[in-house]
């Protein structure tokens, strides 16, 4: 599959994921402080973001060790999109209902990129290769 194909399949991901954030970011709202919610709804989604991109964008197995390397692929987003939601409520006077959304459209180019590293990168490296006598 070519990269654009891959960005496409990315951004569709990101739509579904994006949906899922927010409704738990609105339902967690309710009962915690904003940026409580924010990490809480952030986790939850992750989990489900890690799947649709293992079978639907990248069309890789997923593995326990892609699993564990994925949170760095949203780590950038996480500090973009909290950083963001910060200083758009604090700072800007946004409504905080709709900062995370705002924030979150910074962050796609930047974690779509080690996204693709860590979910095309081997499980087990290359062995190097035997000299030969």
Not at 36 to 52: I, K, N, P, Q, T
Not at 53 to 76: C, D, E, G, I
Request: net charge positive; proline share 8%; with cysteine.
């Amino acid at each position: 599959m070519t990269v654009k194909g891959q960005l496409v399949r990315f951004a569709l991901v990101g739509v579904v994921n994006t949906g899922t954030y927010y409704g738990c970011y609105l339902a967690l709202l309710t009962r915690l402080p904003y940026i409580a919610a924010h990490v809480a709804a952030f986790a939850l989604s992750m989990a489900g973001s890690f799947f649709l991109n293992s079978w639907f964008t990248y069309r890789t197995r997923p593995t326990w060790r892609k699993f564990l390397l994925f949170p760095l692929t949203n780590a950038a987003n996480f500090v973009i999109t909290t950083g963001g939601v910060y200083l758009l409520v604090d700072l800007a006077g946004f409504s905080s209902r709709y900062a995370p959304l705002v924030a979150a459209a910074a962050a796609i180019p930047i974690t779509f990129v080690v996204s693709r590293t860590i979910m095309l990168r081997p499980d087990t490296p290359p062995k190097p290769p035997v000299p030969v006598r």
